[in-house]
DNA sequence: GGCTGGTTCAACCATTTGGTTAAACCATAC
DNA sequence: GTATGGTTTAACCAAATGGTTGAACCAGCC
């Protein structure tokens, strides 16, 4: 189904140690941030000399662009990767809620560093989201159109695709990145996290679907 | 009814300087992070001398705190303040909703603090939270009572009401957070931003309302 | 063996950055 | 007027940081 299972990091050309110096400083940039990441600790990281980051990357701009753009293509895939046409779209919308919320807890880093290109104004964010984008249709359009489908199909009722698809997003992605905050208020959360997150997969599922129903 | 509309930024016992400093530092540590900020950059920012900032606020680290210390309470409080008991639970729903979406529009700076430092760990979420919760029972629990006493009243459907407020909180939230990547993918959200967030509000009520619906 | 090319390393350099200091400024009180 | 105490400034400092360099290392190849 999701083809041969894509490395959880690095891009496949790479020699092994620019693999692992791509998976340290993906972690490092991930948990310091852009300008908070040093590279010293990323040397330490990949347990190389820090000459080898600019041998092998040639600046720390360069090193972040790289990690960075490869987690764009990541997230753009991520779509197409989670969505299955099934037979319903109930059953859709459900395999989408648990596929998108696997995506994103096993790419930890990988949803941070998109969050803070976010924060940060995402200037690098439409460069490399274009170049990711215009090979074919953008992702996230395909389930714009699998919820015009369903709509005119009558299986839900008539809504705005994209602030649904976004709502979906949100409430699959969000409780990751406040996750801190989330198992302060929540104990069970704190407790058990991997509990936590399938209760929600049920929940988002159960309240989006119901909220999404045709008539009332 | 919220009050004498408390500062959108600096504590009210602070002098004019401090003021001036404290804001500069909000927008300038939200901009660029709390390791990206430079004491340079705030003291531009508050056209001020950089020995100011030592003067009136220790170094960076002290700075930094009472920022973000601020920031928790303000977001604490924003549950209170948008939160206000209606007829009905489908009224106090809409009325938060767009309480806290307005909240959030208008405290940019302080979102993106409380998001960074959730990304990063959450270390001084955690000291910070407390602090800003243990006088009296913590905010969000009191709009979880809200929905539990719908839930006894029969107004909507049994649900978790843990998972509930998260689910409010992240679609109110999150497309704030992501503001670029939506506007990148959604040009009428570039086009005009404040029309877009007014019809989230609404698609926001109905999808979540509907979703709360009892029977089926 | 010795040449060649990519690879690895320790030491080094220039700049940036957080933070200090000592003197100057300026209002108010006496 | 001048002494006092908070405020403001320019110059300065030490540490951290991104980046460089020249030599050493180590295959494979003639």
Same mark, same amino acid.
């Given at each position: 189904?999701?083809?041969?299972? #894509? ?6 050309? /790479?020699?092994? @140690? *620019? ?6 400083? =993906?972690?490092? +940039?991930?948990?310091?941030?852009? @300008? ?5 600790? &990323? #040397?330490?990281? #990949?347990? &190389? ?7 092998? +990357? $040639?600046?720390?701009?360069? =090193? ?35 596929? /998108? ?10 949803? $941070? ?9 995402? @200037? =690098? ?5 274009? *170049? ?6 953008? !992702? !996230? ?5 699998? &919820? ?12 705005? !695709?994209?602030?649904?698809?976004? @709502? ?6 969000? +409780?990751?990145?406040? $996750? ?8 069970? #959360? ?7 997150? *399938? ?8 309240? &989006? /679907? $119901? ?6």
């Amino acid at each position: 189904m999701h083809r041969l299972m #894509a490395s959880l990091s690095a891009p496949s050309e /790479y020699s092994d @140690t *620019e693999r692992t110096i791509f998976d340290a400083a =993906l972690q490092v +940039f991930a948990r310091e941030g852009r @300008t908070g990441a040093r590279m010293q600790g &990323i #040397a330490d990281a #990949a347990d &190389i000399n820090k000459a080898m980051l600019h041998y092998y +990357f $040639r600046d720390k701009r360069t =090193l972040y662009e790289d990690v960075f753009a490869y987690t764009v293509r990541q997230f753009m895939a991520s779509f197409d990767i989670s969505l299955t046409e099934a037979p319903t779209f109930a059953e859709t919308l459900r395999v989408f809620i648990d596929g /998108y919320v696997d995506f994103v807890r096993t790419h930890d880093a990988a949803m $941070r560093l998109m969050v803070q290109e976010n924060l940060a104004g995402g @200037t =690098l964010l439409g460069e490399h989201m274009r *170049e990711a984008t215009n090979t074919d249709r953008t !992702p !996230p359009s395909i389930l714009v159109n699998t &919820i015009e489908d369903a709509v005119e199909a009558g299986e839900i009722r008539p809504v705005d !695709p994209h602030h649904t698809v976004l @709502t979906v997003i949100s409430t699959c992605l969000y +409780f990751f990145v406040a $996750r801190p905050t989330v198992q302060i208020l929540h104990p069970p #959360a704190e407790r058990d996290w991997d509990a936590f997150v *399938e209760e929600r997969k049920d929940h988002l599922f159960d309240l &989006i /679907y $119901r909220g999404l129903a045709p008539r009332d």
